[in-house]
């Protein structure tokens, strides 16, 4: 950075300030236009991959047949499944994030002209658009069209409060029984949510939306007991000693040893007191017991908690085993590149579990659906002689893996953890544990002959009589 004659700053380039600003200018209007060209493909796309066919939508033949779902409200198009499946990969995405973008597009382009006009026109951005959109998926036809009607002109300008305030108003006027059904719900709104544990910091956020008498039950016994915290000698702050006091109530319900009895068989039971951790640590049994070998070098200070997926400290695992009534398990340690093949199709969870602390997530393009809710995808079909091995074991969440299944999609193992996808439109993308990558150009990957489809699959199938 340096001065000009002027007095005016200039980058490491030698282009001024108001040179850069122009600029970033021309960069934004570049980035819009771009924006607004996807939102027309979308649109375009969602119009040529119509299904409309619905009979038997509910049959186990969908299966196999392509199926039209819906993505938008009421009156939007139904659009194939299969098809989605690749267009997100295109764009991106994950499965789920993918398809509710493209949702709310599609909700625009055909339920709220007004305002896909206004974005075509450049005078209300995408994203505004799009959030608009989300509002409006669940009304009927009648309110999205009085929502498109009365917002398209104003939604450059209008607060997001007087937008909800609009389809508030749109539900009561053409659907009273859904705004009454809403009011009851808010009422019931009520959760108390632990969310995940901060990376490499062992604490947790929680929150919650409680009823007025248990909030104020509850805020009293915190407080009381942080009280009696501070009066014990604790010198933690108000703050810290609540918190504590939060965990020492759950202890305490943990430590409960109530009678309960079996719905079946009538016989009394105990709970069983305690904490229940599962860890998956890779450290040292030195850093495990706190036993000093002088210089630390090479000795991991680290851990990951497996409920988590996130590091935490050393120092955080010996105070969590400490905790009185922990149970502690200990599992060998595994040999992802082992080979450990079984003659049956069915998956023992003992394969389950290496497939899954090797790839850890769905390995589709742009998912990232957790391995242990995955399906196990033989990758060389177990009929066509396959192994049920970890090498031949790729996790697959359940719509990808119907989308390789039956929809054309195609892989290869490169490596175990290493996977080259292809898409029935010949799109290609390279996927390992840095992610997803996109082939560009393509690179050819030998096709797989196409699998006989089962009797069901034909449409003048009928099953057999008993």
Not at 154 to 179: N, Y
Not at 262 to 272: C, K, M, N, Q, Y
């Amino acid at each position: 950075m340096k001065q000009t004659r002027s007095g005016w700053a200039t980058g490491s380039d030698g282009r001024s300030t108001a040179e850069l600003l122009r600029d970033l200018a021309d960069g934004v209007q570049a980035r819009q236009r771009v924006e607004v060209e996807e939102f027309r493909n979308v649109i375009a796309w969602a119009d040529a991959n119509v299904v409309e066919d619905l009979e038997g939508a509910a049959t186990i033949r969908d299966s196999y047949v392509d199926t039209g779902i819906p993505i938008a409200g009421p009156g939007a198009p139904l659009v194939s499944e299969f098809g989605l499946s690749e267009l997100v990969a295109t764009l991106g995405r994950s499965l789920d994030g993918g398809r509710d973008h493209v949702g709310k597009v599609i909700e625009c382009g055909w339920r709220l002209p007004r305002v896909r006009d206004a974005v075509y026109a450049g005078k209300v951005p995408v994203w505004k658009a799009l959030r608009v959109a989300d509002l409006t998926r669940t009304l009927t036809a009648e309110a999205a069209a009085f929502v498109d009607r009365n917002l398209a002109f104003a939604l450059p300008t209008c607060t997001w409060v007087q937008v909800e305030r609009l389809v508030a108003e749109a539900i009561a006027r053409f659907d009273p029984q859904a705004a009454e059904e809403r009011r009851k719900e808010s009422a019931d709104h009520r959760h108390f949510t632990i969310h995940p544990t901060e990376t490499g910091k062992g604490v947790t956020h929680i929150s919650g939306v409680l009823d007025a008498a248990d909030a104020m039950d509850l805020d009293q016994a915190l407080s009381r007991r942080a009280t009696v915290l501070g009066q014990l000698g604790c010198e933690e702050s108000l703050d810290v000693r609540r918190s504590i006091a939060a965990g020492e109530l759950a202890r305490h319900d943990l430590s409960l040893d109530l009678p309960l009895a079996d719905p079946d068989t009538g016989e009394l039971s105990r709970t069983v007191p305690g904490r229940k951790v599962e860890l998956f640590v890779h450290l040292t049994d030195t850093a495990l017991t706190g036993i000093s070998t002088g210089v630390r070098t090479g000795c991991s200070t680290v851990g990951r908690w497996g409920n988590t997926q996130t590091p935490v400290s050393v120092e955080q695992i010996r105070r969590w085993c400490a905790q009185p009534g922990t149970s502690v398990i200990v599992r060998p340690v595994v040999d992802l590149a082992e080979h450990v093949p079984v003659d049956s199709y069915e998956i023992p969870d003992r394969l389950r579990r290496r497939v899954e602390l090797r790839d850890h997530t769905c390995r589709a393009p742009h998912c990232n659906r957790r391995a242990e809710r995955c399906d196990l995808d033989h990758a060389h079909p177990h009929a066509a002689g396959g192994s049920t091995c970890p090498c031949n074991l790729v996790p697959l969440c359940r719509r990808h893996h119907r989308a390789k299944t039956f929809g054309y999609w195609r892989y290869v193992i490169v490596q175990p953890g290493t996977y080259l996808w292809s898409s029935p439109h010949g799109q290609h993308w390279l996927v390992d544990h840095t992610g997803t990558r996109v082939l560009d150009p393509p690179r050819p990957v030998d096709p797989e002959p196409d699998p006989d489809p089962p009797d069901w699959a034909d449409p003048d199938w009928t099953e057999p009589a008993p």
